[in-house]
Structure formats: structure tokens, C-alpha cells
């Protein structure tokens, strides 16, 4: 494989994409700063396929991005490979408005394969490759130049080293015929309404406790005003106020500025100053939310009470136990608030649907109406049909 130097000017870069826009696949990885600032700060990106890789240096004088942006978003033929791509994808949309397409995420794609729901670069690499990956430049400051050529080994190596798990994988996916379970969860991923910046429902992030529309739309209120003192700001929005103090001014909001010094988390400026008067005036402003924004609640059925719990406890036994019989991560099955609904009697939900129903979710029916239980077979509990488990060599019956 091919390691070039630094890409620090547009020409270079231009002439590496054309020769990406070729290939069947790109793995992409970036480095950035955010802990200081509201947008995250791009300082390095790199990208490679299995005959070359590079890193690219936003932050060089007069460098245009745009041949490597067209690349990512706007060229189909081109799969694009992240490993817990998110915060990456992020940060393409915020420079384009758009997100890499189509995408594959590493990450993601171990869960359908292994029982690992979030698998670190490093624990990838060592399963894959049997290779250590060396972590001494894992939090450096990526926005510090000149940097070093051990920092340009280790960033460029997070897509030498994919470019070559990606086919392997691949060929396991097809192997054991479940790249199909991955489309929805790749296109979620690619979705760029997961990324767009809208303050009007930055709410919707913070917990808050009741359904009380007074409250919540004082909390809408405030949550945008936050993100908008950030932004002007440019420094994360925790800078400005924790959530949880968000939550509690919202729920308990204070009669005047004076009273913003006993809020727990704002210091004693807050009663006198200005940010502290734009507060105020969201707070007087604030409507009781709308009927058609209030939160939707799950649908259930009845409640779970003291028997629907325990039924729920089984479905949560069970999914463990399929999800090692198949080798799964649990989460792409399902998750615990399914599970209660299923308890629950609702029926209308994505494990009953698809690939999930017929790999997990007809059986956890089944164990809702009664049809099957648990046993315990050569010391392994398994769950298989009541009218079969008595006739299971070895077999002792764990439950029902």
C-alpha cells in the first residue's frame, strides 16, 4: 500500500480523489477538536482504499476541500467505510449540508456478526488483524501544527488498517447472509435529519421529568435560547448552562434575575448581568406547549404490574440467550422497552418485523401466549416448545 506524505494543498488533493472516484470502496476517519468550542474543529481527515491512503490538512493555507467533499457526498459508486462514523458524518454535514452516501459502518456491521455492541478501533483491529495499535497519540491535539510524523502514522493507520477488515468482513456478512439486517440501520446512520442543528427542538435532548406543558415549553424555550447563546458564542452549550440546571430553572423558574444566584450551577453574576436578562425574558415569553408537541408516549398495552414485569424479565432472558445462540449484539435484536411493551400485549413493533421476527421476535411471541419455555440442556439453558421438552434427551425443564 501506498502511504503518502501530508495533502496540505487542493491540487494534490484533487488528483487523490480522482483516483479514489475509481474505487469500490473508501475508508474515512477524521480528527477534531471540540471541547472547546460549539463546532467541532476539523483537523484532519484521513482516507485510503486497499492500494493507497493519506491524510488530508484542512487547516493548510488556501486548501479547498471541495474535490474530497464531492467524493464523499455526491459520488454514489464509491461505498464509504467509517468505523463509529457519527461524529465524522457530522462533521461532513456541517460543511455541506449533506452526509456521505452510501455508507458502512464497522461498528455497526460487528453487531450483526459478534454479540460486540460497541466495539472499539483498537478491539477491531486486534480480532481482526491481530495487531496492537499503538494508543501514546490517541488524545492528541490535532489542531497543533507542524504535526509530527508519528502523529501522520497513527491517524493515517485508522484507514489502513480498516481498508483492510472491510473485505474480510464483508465476506462474513455474505457468509452467514445477514448484510441484509444492516440497510436500515447504515441508512439511519446516513440520515442527514440526525444532524441538522435545529435549536426549536434541542428539548427534545434534555430530560425533564412530567408531561406538564407549562414546563416543557419553558424547557423548549430556554434549550433554544442555549443553543443560540452557544453558537454566537462558539463554545459548547454545557459552557453556558448544564442541562440539569436547564431542567430545573424550567420546572422551578425564578419570580426575578435576583433569584438566578440560588439556582444550583449559576454563579452569583447571573443575577445582574446580561446573559441573565436574556433568560429572563425567555422565561416571560414562554407558552405552554402544544398539544401536537407534547411527547409521545410509547404505545403499550395494559400495565406491566407485578406478573407483566416477570414476563418481561423472560423476554429479556431470552434475547440473551438467542442473541448467543446466533452470535448478535442483543441491541440489534431489540431493546428493553420493547420487551415491556411486548409484555404489555402491544404487538405493533419492529421486532415483530422483518428478519427480526423470524430470527428473535415469533419466539418471544410464543413465549408471551405460553407456547414455549425454558430448559437446561448439557448445562446450557435453551428455550425450546412445551409439548417438546419432555422428549429433549438430557434435558431438565428450567421454566415456563
Not at 406478573?307 to 423472560?314: F, I, N, S, T, W
Not at 414455549?372 to 440442556?377: E, P, R
Request: charged residues 30%.
Amino acid at each position: 500500500m501506498k502511504i503518502h506524505n501530508l495533502i496540505t494543498d487542493t491540487e494534490t488533493l484533487s488528483e487523490l480523489c480522482g483516483r479514489f472516484a475509481k474505487s469500490d470502496f473508501v475508508c474515512v476517519d477524521t480528527e477534531f477538536m471540540r471541547e472547546n468550542t460549539y463546532w467541532p474543529e476539523l483537523c484532519l481527515v484521513q482516507i485510503g482504499n486497499e492500494e493507497e491512503a493519506a491524510a488530508v490538512d484542512p487547516l493548510a493555507e488556501g486548501i479547498d476541500l471541495q474535490p474530497l467533499l464531492d467524493l464523499l457526498c455526491d459520488n454514489e459508486s464509491v461505498l464509504k467505510i467509517f468505523h463509529a462514523g457519527g461524529q465524522d458524518v457530522e462533521i461532513v454535514y456541517n460543511l455541506t449540508g449533506k452526509t456521505p452516501h452510501p455508507i458502512f459502518d464497522t461498528q455497526i456491521a460487528m453487531m450483526a456478526i459478534s454479540q460486540s455492541e460497541q466495539i472499539g478501533y483498537a478491539n477491531l483491529v486486534e480480532s481482526w488483524l491481530g495487531i496492537t495499535i499503538d494508543k501514546g497519540a490517541r488524545f492528541t491535539d490535532w489542531s497543533r501544527r507542524p504535526l509530527t510524523e508519528r502523529q501522520i502514522e497513527y491517524a493515517i493507520g485508522d484507514v489502513t488498517h480498516l481498508a483492510k477488515i472491510f473485505p474480510k468482513m464483508l465476506n462474513k456478512l455474505i457468509e452467514t447472509g445477514r448484510g441484509a439486517w444492516l440497510n436500515a440501520e447504515m441508512d439511519k446512520l446516513a440520515n442527514p435529519d440526525n444532524y441538522r442543528n435545529d435549536p426549536s427542538v434541542a428539548w427534545k435532548r434534555i430530560r425533564q421529568a412530567g408531561r406538564n406543558p407549562a414546563v416543557l415549553g419553558r424547557l423548549k424555550g430556554l434549550a433554544a435560547w442555549r443553543e443560540g447563546e452557544a453558537q454566537h458564542k462558539n463554545i459548547p452549550r454545557g459552557r453556558i448552562m448544564r442541562d440539569e440546571t436547564l431542567a430545573d430553572i424550567a420546572g422551578h423558574p425564578p419570580k426575578k434575575q435576583a433569584d438566578l444566584a440560588k439556582v444550583r450551577g449559576l454563579s452569583n453574576a447571573w443575577r445582574e448581568n446580561d446573559i441573565g436578562k436574556r433568560m429572563m425574558k425567555v422565561l416571560e415569553k414562554a407558552e405552554p406547549l402544544p398539544k401536537e408537541e407534547m411527547p409521545v408516549k410509547m404505545k403499550r398495552g395494559a400495565p406491566l404490574g407485578r406478573e407483566g414485569a416477570l414476563v418481561a424479565d423472560l423476554l429479556k432472558l431470552l434475547l440473551k440467550i438467542r442473541a448467543r445462540e446466533i452470535d448478535v449484539a442483543a441491541r440489534l435484536l431489540t431493546k428493553a422497552d420493547e420487551m415491556e411493551a411486548l409484555a404489555a400485549g402491544v404487538r405493533d413493533l419492529p421486532v415483530l418485523q422483518g428478519w427480526r421476527y423470524e430470527v428473535f421476535g415469533r419466539d418471544a411471541v410464543d413465549l408471551v401466549e405460553g407456547k414455549t419455555g425454558f430448559a437446561v440442556k448439557d448445562g446450557k439453558l435453551h428455550m425450546a416448545h412445551i409439548d417438546d421438552m419432555g422428549s429433549l434427551p438430557g434435558t431438565a425443564q428450567a421454566a415456563e
